[in-house]
């Protein structure tokens, strides 16, 4: 099979297209042929030899999936057959032509959704779900700031947010970015780059503060993350894009207002806490596609072969949504760019705040 490839750490150039052998299926694992992949931050990092690998994991990129149902484990039973059309978490192997993965990490891709739109739901939407739901404890009326808000778990995060009544608000790098987020739902949006957000974020919640906070930055936000979290605020720690050492007397600012910081990941969580959260995002959210109610937002799509120039626009952070792999030749869901708010028009947010 075909599947993206590199021989050694370095820049997006490293990346080429190699054959490779089909994966060997496990007993409680399904082999899916995949239409479409996508790329995350864990994918450009890896790339660049600082995201090792967990045990047993595929050393091909790529963490999600959609496709088709090419063969069924011994184990897994009347969970799956073959020819269903599914969308699924990877733990690696998802830029190639066939991946394996574990049946628990399956879904049923959403009627009315094609196979790209599919493929951009998986990681990012289970991550932000993760982020609000297992570990945040989101509660109606929260207000929510979402670092990165027009990235891939941004953008998901804001719908998931609205769709349990929360208050979503946002930093970002653009104008362009924050009118996304805004479109998605977000109540306020700020530029990280021209304004102190944590200043910007105490005005509009007039003086409250947020009950919880996702951070994928990190370091540089410490000081502004703790001004602006309310009183036993959580702050929850997905990412160290933004560097990870702090200096001051962080400790000491926890204590002060009680804030919980919470860091997690989801790759390196075993089969079975991932099952869990794919069986909890299925039965609360699934149906939501379906109905319009939650799109996935996906800003271009690149074949195969074209991965290296994928990853330098998630580098440059020029993309709003999620950046996708077309992998199948004959997938003609999409070719090119798609439009970045992928069509979510004003009813569509109108109706998601009255949920």
């Not at 808000?149 to 998931?160: C, P, R």
């Not at 009183?231 to 929850?236: C, F």
């Not at 910081?261 to 089969?271: E, G, H, N, P, Q």
């Not at 799109?295 to 998630?314: C, G, N, R, T």
């Amino acid at each position: 099979m075909l599947a993206a490839y590199f021989d050694s750490p370095g820049e997006p150039d490293v990346l080429y297209v190699n054959q490779v052998p089909i994966p060997e299926l496990e007993d409680n694992e399904v082999l899916v042929k995949v239409q479409a992949s996508a790329i995350n931050r864990a994918d450009t990092l890896q790339r660049r030899g600082l995201y090792p690998i967990p045990p047993g994991a595929s050393p091909i990129l790529g963490l999600e999936v959609s496709g088709t149902i090419e063969k069924v484990g011994a184990s897994v039973g009347s969970a799956w057959k073959v020819g269903d059309k599914v969308m699924c978490l990877c733990n690696g192997g998802g830029n190639a032509e066939f991946v394996a993965v574990h049946f628990k990490h399956v879904m049923p891709m959403p009627a009315n959704t094609n196979f790209l739109e599919a493929a951009a739901i998986p990681e990012v939407w289970l991550t932000a779900f993760q982020l609000l739901h297992f570990v945040g404890k989101l509660q109606p009326e929260d207000y929510v700031l979402i670092h990165a808000g027009a990235s891939g778990v941004g953008t998901a995060a804001i719908q998931l947010v609205t769709l349990a009544k929360g208050k979503a608000i946002v930093t970002a790098g653009s104008e362009d970015k924050i009118k996304l987020a805004l479109e998605l739902g977000a109540s306020a949006g700020f530029n990280y780059k021209e304004t102190d957000f944590s200043e910007e974020v105490m005005k509009f919640t007039e003086g409250r503060g947020v009950n919880l906070i996702l951070d994928c930055v990190g370091g540089v936000y410490w000081e502004m993350n703790v001004n602006c979290l309310a009183m036993d605020g959580r702050w929850v720690l997905y990412g160290l894009l933004g560097g990870r050492s702090v200096n001051g007397n962080l400790f000491l600012e926890l204590l002060k207002k009680r804030i919980s910081l919470m860091a997690t990941t989801l790759r390196t969580r075993t089969d079975e806490y991932k099952g869990q959260l794919v069986e909890a995002f299925s039965q609360q959210a699934l149906s939501h596609f379906e109905r319009g109610y939650l799109k996935p937002v996906m800003d271009s799509v690149f074949p195969l072969d074209q991965i290296s120039a994928a990853h330098e626009k998630m580098e440059a952070n020029k993309n709003m949504g999620k950046i996708m792999i077309r992998v199948a030749k004959d997938n003609t869901d999409a070719i090119g760019v798609v439009d970045s708010i992928n069509n979510i028009n004003k009813e569509e947010t109108q109706i998601k705040a009255e949920l």
